[in-house]
């Protein structure tokens, strides 16, 4: 069942076999978390050992619950294997692109501009809180530009000096990342999952 921010508390815990497990919740840790699936120098189980090390204080004996739970999470209450089977109804678009390696002072600025919340000073913000006020920041910023660049198709409508600006554009806010958000998860849970193989990893 979904939560609904409106009306339900946003969890800071999984079900796994009947038991509850503490997940961290902070934004923070989500943001850590995302940069190190994206880090090229982690092996897959380096990144599958410290992603189950960061985010739970105990880590569930029943490896492969504790992933699909953490990507249950990480992906604000929706299930990674579902939505990859196309049986969610109502999935949000995939979303333009974005690095919280490469885009830190746009994010923050953003943050700062439309919220007037300090991403600097905030102790405790709920990831799924985070990642909410992310996906409606206003398309005057700067950073909602620079993802609109990121994702815009270029093709024969336009003039030959939009394609150029948008060109441009492109090769100058260019990430080493996956080309859209939905891509990015399925490296993140495959790097998570081992190839299938989560034995003797812990």
């Not at 249950?72 to 109502?90: D, L």
Request: net charge negative.
């Amino acid at each position: 069942m979904n939560h609904n921010m409106l009306v339900d508390h946003l969890p800071k815990t999984v079900e796994i076999e009947g038991a509850e497990y503490e997940i961290e919740s902070n934004f923070r840790t989500y943001i850590l978390f995302e940069m190190m699936m994206q880090d090229p120098e982690l092996s897959d189980d380096e990144k599958a050992r410290q992603g189950l090390e960061l985010v739970y204080p105990e880590i569930p004996e029943n490896l492969e619950a504790a992933v699909d739970e953490l990507l249950w999470f990480y992906a604000c209450g929706k299930r990674w294997r579902e939505k990859r089977a196309g049986t969610v109804e109502g999935a949000e678009e995939v979303q333009r692109i974005y690095s919280f390696e490469h885009d830190d002072d746009y994010i923050y600025s953003a943050f700062l501009t439309q919220y007037h919340i300090d991403l600097q000073d905030i102790e405790y913000l709920h990831w799924w809180k985070f990642k909410a006020l992310m996906r409606t920041l206003s398309s005057e910023l700067e950073f909602s530009k620079i993802m609109g660049y990121r994702s815009i198709d270029i093709d024969a409508s336009m003039t030959k000096e939009q394609r150029d600006f948008y060109r441009r554009k492109k090769e100058l806010y260019a990430l080493p990342l996956p080309a859209d958000e939905e891509e990015k998860v399925d490296a993140i849970a495959e790097a998570l999952m081992n190839g299938g193989d989560l034995t003797g990893l812990l």
